[in-house]
């Protein structure tokens, strides 16, 4: 069985910081692409950044050049480093990965719980 268990988020001043962190647990062979995704209430979510194994990186236009993915392949784990928030970064923010478990030949879509990011003065 594979996990995915985030960490980080909570409350921030507009201007401030935070640090996301994924990790992914379990029977694993390989873990490919990471991403992150954000969700408000009443919108789709939407893919915020995404790194692969090779760490190529790509970012949705309104955060770019304020928030940093990167990845750590030997302890399955991805991050997401946010700064200069903004009140339209408040969401609920969730890791997604594609994982192969092992024994498998395939690779799976797996989400983390989601954590609440609230920008608030």
């Known amino acids: 069985q594979v996990q995915l268990v985030e960490s980080g988020g909570g409350l921030v001043q507009p201007g401030g910081s935070l640090s996301l962190s994924c990790a992914a647990s379990g029977s694993i062979f390989r873990v490919y692409d990471m991403n992150w995704y954000r969700q408000t209430l009443g919108k789709e979510r939407e893919l915020v950044a995404g790194i692969t194994r090779s760490r190529s990186t790509n970012y949705e236009d309104s955060v770019k050049g304020r928030f940093t993915i990167s990845r750590d392949n030997a302890k399955n784990t991805v991050y997401l480093q946010m700064n200069s928030l903004e009140f339209e970064d408040t969401a609920v923010y969730y890791c997604?990965?594609?994982?192969?478990?092992?024994?498998?030949?395939?690779?799976?879509?797996?989400w983390g719980q989601g954590t609440q990011v609230t920008v608030s003065s």
């Open positions: 997604n990965a594609k994982v192969q478990p092992s024994a498998a030949l395939w690779t799976y879509d797996y």
